[in-house]
């Protein structure tokens, strides 16, 4: 079955030094991967997807995200965080079948310390 | 100009009450969703529907029933609430995924509904 693992729950990083969220993914065929954030009370936002080609994909706000096929990772990753980065971050795979319902994993706190 | 809008944002009721959440899409997506995010954050898909066809229906329970009047607009409906209903509700959108051959779009989601049940 199609799953989305991310192995930390919560992350607190310093303003200003990167940041890397970490994602794994089951899922038997290409997969169609996404990073969303959710702000405090709000509803997700796309920050990128990666649906084939090159495997460093860019998204808004400066993050990026690089698919490793043989790692089944698709981790995030920002050179210098910014204290408005602080949120939830969801990994998910959409998959390839009747109704494409992305798979969600249970997500990433971050945290920005000054 | 809102691409997906929900209303109500927040929703406090009794146990046992009947309940509707709408959402509308202005985006022209074919295809709408329901999820659900419970109080760690998990999100799981409830339903999906496309061209106004139910396509998704996951292992919910019957208290729950979308409605799809036209394919910019899905509702829900609960029936006889119970506390464990208490969660947000997230509605989302895309784009036809059968007319590219099934590659799963990009999902728009709305702002999401706080329900709690008392």
């Known amino acids: 079955a199609q799953s989305v693992t991310q192995p930390d729950i919560h992350i607190t990083v310093s303003e200003g030094a990167s940041l890397e969220l970490r994602c794994n993914y089951s899922y038997g065929a290409t997969p169609y991967l996404f990073w969303y954030v959710q702000s405090p009370g709000q509803g997700l936002q796309l920050l990128l997807k990666y649906f084939s080609g090159d495997t460093l994909v860019q998204g808004i706000k400066g993050f990026e995200a690089e698919f490793k096929r043989s790692q089944s990772s698709f981790n995030l990753r920002k050179p210098s965080v910014h204290w408005s980065d602080a949120a939830e971050y969801f990994c998910a795979v959409g998959v390839r079948q009747a109704g494409t319902a992305l798979i969600f994993g249970k997500g990433t706190t971050l945290s920005v310390s000054s | 100009d809102t691409a997906v809008s929900q209303t109500p944002k927040y929703l406090v009721t009794q146990m046992g009450n009947d309940k509707s959440i709408k959402c509308e899409q202005n985006l022209g997506h074919d295809t709408m969703y329901w999820y659900k995010q419970d109080s760690k954050k998990f999100l799981k898909i409830m339903f999906s529907y496309n061209n106004k066809e139910l396509i998704i229906n996951e292992t919910v329970p019957n208290r729950f029933s979308p409605k799809s009047p036209d394919k910019a607009h899905l509702n829900l409906h609960i029936n006889s609430l119970e506390l464990g209903d208490s969660a947000v509700y997230f509605c989302?959108?895309?784009?036809?995924?059968?007319?590219?051959?099934?590659?799963?779009?990009?999902?728009?989601f709305g702002p999401g509904t706080r329900l709690t049940v008392l």
């Open positions: 989302a959108s895309s784009q036809d995924w059968g007319g590219r051959g099934y590659v799963p779009d990009t999902q728009y």
